[in-house]
């Protein structure tokens, strides 16, 4: 017998299959093995099992040993990893390698086994008088704490900390107890507190509707426009509970690792312990333990972010993207994908409903549904009829026209007053973190920049460090200038540390809290920070977009946006779209519960559109607005952009490639010049990152154009050279 091998090599050279002899282990699809490859060992996925080859037996080698017990590759897995490099053109070896945890290769992580010590069946019910001593008092109490504390038996660790060692031991050598090397899992968030009650609210005529239609359906893509506080998370529940109950399994997807926690404690009030969850932020054991429950069919509900889509649960009867519109859905680095391709792809082969859950969708996603390519669902109103807050925008200019420099506005200001005296809480959003987003010379006007990227630096106090924010470098911060010598050093735009001491310094009683990139690097403190301040340990908590989305705080009543227009003045198509979605999912924080909610929306662009939409939540009117001016303009969802990005450390030797490329796909245009409507090529906007030159081909092509936009990615394909980046992808969510 031989095997069909894909090599554990990320390498377009070795992107193909290798048979090897099976050497008489008994090797199943689905199974890693080990194997030699040139002059040294290599892992590998075994993607087929077969009786000849035409391998030379002179040159067939043999599997050196296999790494798992059972497949860890699903049929279904198989077919996505075909599915994915036909479509996205990438490697196989890159796909496998989102279908495991990372760790799991070179065997970084294992089952965690401890003893275990259990009472011996034959001693549970017989009177410890006749085999303990009257003196024994240790022995008396470890068999009291076995026989009524730990029925199902204790490790031997913990006994060990609390019993007697040696009455442990009289026992084991008794017979009095077993001791065996059991299993130990590795249970995220394992003290997190439970809610004491599942409240399972009565759903309203809306919800009923949309429940009605996902669980009637067979299996359809739907979009679940609802406000914020509409209740989508309840339709989603009753989804699937319904999938459960007909014995399929669930995948619900939010768009923050921050969100996870809250979201957990929900679904295992309702689940229990039937719920997985999987992110990023989980240590490598837990996820280990985690992903293995999805395989072997013990976790029923996946819980997770971007990559939870991978979860190897079977037979799945529901799919929810939750936040729908999110960036964090699409994929950035290698290998690159499309969240919502993906679900798709899964929703056809299981027959699953796939729910798109949005209070602010994308356009592309609503023109979809108002074309008829998914079925639209409407959440039109909050629960409990509650109202949307009231959204005050305010203009800067003329604050600072008033002698206002502050980030904060006077309404804010008293606002914020109100909020605290009246022992409530309020959030604050700054979509920039740090303490200042440059430093500056006054007198030259030098910008310290990093030297590795074509970015400023960031100065973080709490480290007295500038930073760079794209390749982590860290220079000491400027106190004199390197260009004229100068010490009159001036700092840029506040970000949210900044602010956290503002707030401190204005309103010292209260408790303020930072949730950021850099306050949450440890493990746990999201939920840590989240935690806090929905006990009311804090009164404020001043956040990037991690604070955005999903949380129901019910004693927030204030909102403030500090700087709205940091995403519209953006050059992207995609800047006022993204300001409308951001401000708006902010706001819905406040207000969600009995108490009315207030915004306070700080801008220095008070007449554009966009605040207009966002004030009366008005976001159809948005969308047609904004539907209208990308048909006129040829945006999508009325075109398709594709992108191809090249970089190196060799400027000259990118170059080259980017130009082999080019020539490739002006062919393409000169024979079918009608798809196209765009075509250049230019230095990316960043044109350095980590050392590496960037530069760019930008394609804009009509709907129907995936013969070309198929042919772009082979032309990347076949133009790849040594030390040299280049991949194309299609709607980039940056253009930077």
Same mark, same amino acid.
């Given at each position: 017998?031989?095997?069909?091998?894909?090599?554990?090599?990320?390498?377009?050279?070795?992107?193909?299959?290798?048979?090897?002899?099976?050497?008489?282990?008994?090797?199943?699809?689905?199974?890693?093995?080990?194997?030699?490859?040139?002059?040294?060992?290599?892992?590998?996925?075994?993607?087929?099992?077969?009786?000849?080859?035409?391998?030379?037996?002179?040159?067939?080698?043999?599997?050196?040993?296999?790494?798992?017990?059972?497949?860890?590759?699903?049929?279904?897995?198989?077919?996505?990893?075909?599915?994915?490099?036909?479509?996205?053109?990438?490697?196989?070896?890159?796909?496998?390698?989102?279908?495991?945890?990372?760790?799991?290769?070179?065997?970084?992580?294992?089952?965690?086994?401890? /003893?275990?010590? *259990? +009472?011996?069946?034959?001693?549970?019910?017989?009177?410890?008088?006749?085999?303990?001593?009257?003196?024994?008092?240790?022995?008396?109490?470890?068999?009291?704490?076995?026989?009524?504390? !730990?029925?199902?038996?204790?490790?031997?660790?913990?006994?060990?900390?609390?019993?007697?060692?040696?009455?442990?031991?009289?026992?084991?050598?008794?017979?009095?107890?077993?001791?065996?090397?059991?299993?130990?899992?590795?249970?995220?968030?394992?003290?997190?507190?439970?809610?004491?009650?599942?409240? $399972?609210?009565?759903?309203?005529?809306?919800? /009923?509707?949309?429940?009605?239609?996902?669980?009637?359906?067979?299996?359809?893509?739907?979009?679940?426009?609802?406000?914020?506080?509409?209740?989508?998370?309840?339709?989603?529940?009753?989804?699937?509970?319904?999938?459960?109950?007909?014995?399929?399994?669930?995948?619900?997807?939010?768009?923050?690792?921050?969100?996870?926690?809250?979201? +957990?404690?929900?679904?295992?009030?309702?689940?229990?312990?039937?719920? =997985?969850?999987?992110?990023?932020?989980?240590?490598?054991?837990?996820?280990?333990?985690?992903?293995?429950?999805?395989?072997?069919?013990?976790?029923?509900?996946?819980?997770?972010?971007?990559? =939870?889509?991978?979860?190897?649960?079977?037979?799945?009867?529901?799919?929810?993207?939750?936040?729908?519109?999110?960036?964090?859905?699409?994929?950035?680095?290698?290998?690159?994908?499309?969240?919502?391709?993906?679900?798709?792809?899964?929703?056809?082969?299981?027959?699953? =409903?796939?729910?798109?859950?949005?209070?602010?969708?994308?356009?592309?996603?609503?023109?979809?549904? !108002?074309?008829?390519?998914?079925?639209?669902?409407?959440?039109?109103?909050?629960?409990?009829?509650?109202?949307?807050?009231?959204?005050?925008?305010?203009?800067?200019? $003329?604050? =600072?026209?008033?002698?206002?420099?502050?980030?904060?506005?006077?309404?804010?200001?008293?606002?914020?007053?109100?909020?605290?005296?009246?022992?409530?809480?309020?959030?604050?959003?700054?979509?920039?973190?740090?303490?200042?987003?440059?430093?500056?010379?006054?007198?030259?006007?030098?910008?310290?920049?990093?030297?590795?990227?074509? *970015?400023?630096?960031?100065?973080?106090?709490?480290?007295?460090?500038?930073?760079?924010?794209?390749?982590?470098?860290?220079?000491?911060? +400027?106190?004199?200038?390197?260009?004229?010598?100068? !010490?009159?050093?001036?700092?840029?735009?506040?970000?949210?540390?900044?602010?956290?001491?503002?707030?401190?310094?204005?309103?010292?009683?209260?408790?303020?809290?930072?949730?950021?990139?850099?306050?949450?690097?440890?493990?746990?403190?999201?939920? $840590?920070?989240?935690?806090?301040?929905?006990?009311?340990?804090?009164?404020?908590?001043?956040?990037?977009?991690?604070?955005?989305?999903?949380?129901?705080?019910?004693?927030?009543?204030?909102?403030?946006?500090?700087?709205?227009?940091?995403?519209?003045?953006?050059?992207?198509?995609?800047?006022?779209?993204?300001?409308?979605?951001?401000?708006? /999912?902010?706001?819905?924080?406040?207000?969600?519960?009995?108490?009315?909610?207030?915004?306070?929306? /700080?801008?220095?662009?008070?007449?554009?559109?966009?605040?207009?939409?966002?004030?009366?939540?008005?976001?159809?009117?948005?969308?047609?607005?904004?539907?209208?001016?990308?048909?006129?303009?040829?945006?999508?969802?009325?075109?398709?952009?594709?992108? *191809?990005?090249?970089?190196?450390?060799?400027?000259?030797?990118?170059?080259?490639?980017?130009?082999?490329?080019?020539? $490739?796909?002006?062919? @393409?245009?000169?024979?079918?010049?009608?798809?196209?409507?765009?075509?250049?090529?230019?230095?990316?906007? @960043?044109?350095?990152?980590?050392?590496?030159?960037?530069?760019?081909?930008?394609?804009?092509?009509?709907?129907?154009?995936?013969?070309?936009?198929?042919?772009?990615?082979?032309?990347?394909?076949?133009?790849?050279?040594?030390?040299?980046?280049?991949?194309?992808?299609?709607?980039?969510?940056?253009?930077?």
């Amino acid at each position: 017998m031989y095997a069909e091998v894909i090599i554990d090599i990320a390498a377009a050279e070795v992107d193909r299959i290798f048979d090897y002899d099976c050497g008489g282990f008994d090797i199943k699809r689905g199974v890693r093995v080990s194997v030699p490859f040139g002059r040294t060992k290599a892992e590998g996925f075994v993607i087929g099992i077969k009786d000849v080859t035409d391998v030379p037996p002179e040159k067939i080698k043999k599997i050196s040993s296999v790494l798992d017990k059972a497949p860890i590759i699903t049929e279904e897995m198989f077919c996505l990893m075909e599915k994915m490099r036909s479509k996205m053109h990438l490697l196989r070896v890159d796909i496998l390698r989102l279908f495991i945890p990372a760790a799991m290769r070179g065997g970084r992580v294992k089952e965690l086994t401890r /003893q275990l010590a *259990v +009472l011996s069946e034959e001693y549970r019910d017989r009177d410890p008088d006749e085999f303990i001593r009257k003196t024994a008092i240790a022995q008396r109490e470890l068999y009291d704490y076995l026989s009524i504390d !730990k029925p199902d038996g204790e490790y031997v660790s913990e006994l060990n900390k609390i019993m007697s060692a040696s009455a442990l031991r009289n026992f084991a050598e008794r017979g009095i107890v077993r001791i065996a090397d059991t299993e130990k899992r590795r249970v995220p968030y394992a003290d997190m507190p439970a809610d004491e009650d599942d409240v $399972r609210h009565i759903l309203t005529d809306e919800q /009923q509707k949309a429940y009605d239609a996902i669980t009637s359906s067979g299996g359809e893509t739907f979009l679940l426009h609802g406000v914020t506080g509409s209740g989508k998370t309840e339709v989603y529940m009753r989804c699937i509970r319904d999938a459960l109950d007909r014995g399929k399994t669930a995948i619900m997807l939010v768009p923050e690792i921050s969100l996870t926690p809250q979201m +957990l404690r929900n679904f295992r009030n309702r689940f229990g312990d039937d719920v =997985a969850v999987l992110h990023s932020a989980l240590g490598q054991g837990e996820k280990f333990d985690e992903w293995r429950k999805c395989l072997t069919g013990e976790a029923k509900v996946v819980l997770g972010a971007r990559s =939870a889509i991978f979860a190897p649960l079977k037979n799945i009867g529901v799919i929810i993207i939750d936040e729908e519109h999110d960036q964090s859905y699409v994929s950035e680095r290698n290998p690159r994908y499309v969240t919502h391709k993906i679900a798709e792809w899964r929703r056809e082969y299981n027959g699953a =409903a796939l729910i798109l859950g949005s209070a602010t969708p994308s356009m592309e996603t609503y023109y979809a549904a !108002k074309q008829g390519r998914m079925r639209l669902l409407e959440l039109n109103g909050r629960v409990n009829k509650r109202p949307l807050p009231e959204i005050k925008v305010v203009n800067m200019c $003329r604050e =600072a026209l008033r002698g206002n420099r502050s980030i904060f506005s006077d309404t804010l200001t008293s606002e914020l007053k109100n909020c605290l005296d009246g022992g409530n809480q309020a959030m604050l959003f700054l979509n920039r973190r740090g303490y200042a987003s440059y430093v500056m010379c006054k007198i030259c006007g030098y910008v310290a920049k990093c030297e590795r990227c074509d *970015v400023s630096l960031v100065y973080h106090k709490e480290e007295d460090r500038l930073k760079c924010h794209y390749c982590g470098n860290m220079y000491a911060p +400027l106190t004199e200038c390197p260009e004229c010598g100068s !010490k009159f050093i001036k700092e840029g735009y506040i970000g949210t540390e900044k602010v956290a001491d503002k707030l401190t310094e204005m309103f010292p009683s209260a408790g303020v809290l930072r949730m950021d990139n850099d306050s949450t690097r440890t493990k746990g403190a999201h939920a $840590r920070i989240l935690g806090e301040f929905g006990a009311k340990k804090a009164d404020i908590l001043v956040g990037t977009q991690m604070i955005a989305k999903g949380h129901d705080f019910p004693d927030v009543t204030l909102v403030g946006i500090l700087d709205a227009d940091m995403s519209l003045h953006v050059a992207d198509y995609r800047s006022v779209e993204r300001t409308f979605q951001l401000t708006t /999912q902010v706001a819905g924080r406040a207000g969600r519960a009995s108490l009315p909610g207030k915004v306070i929306l /700080q801008t220095h662009t008070p007449n554009h559109y966009v605040y207009n939409y966002v004030r009366t939540g008005d976001y159809k009117g948005f969308y047609e607005k904004e539907i209208n001016l990308r048909e006129v303009t040829k945006y999508p969802p009325f075109a398709k952009i594709v992108r *191809v990005l090249v970089s190196g450390t060799d400027d000259g030797k990118a170059a080259a490639v980017l130009k082999n490329i080019y020539e $490739r796909v002006s062919e @393409l245009k000169s024979a079918q010049p009608d798809k196209f409507i765009y075509l250049a090529y230019m230095r990316a906007p @960043l044109k350095k990152i980590m050392d590496e030159y960037r530069m760019q081909i930008l394609a804009r092509l009509v709907p129907d154009s995936e013969d070309i936009e198929d042919a772009i990615y082979t032309a990347v394909d076949e133009c790849r050279v040594s030390g040299i980046t280049s991949y194309a992808e299609t709607d980039p969510i940056k253009l930077s």
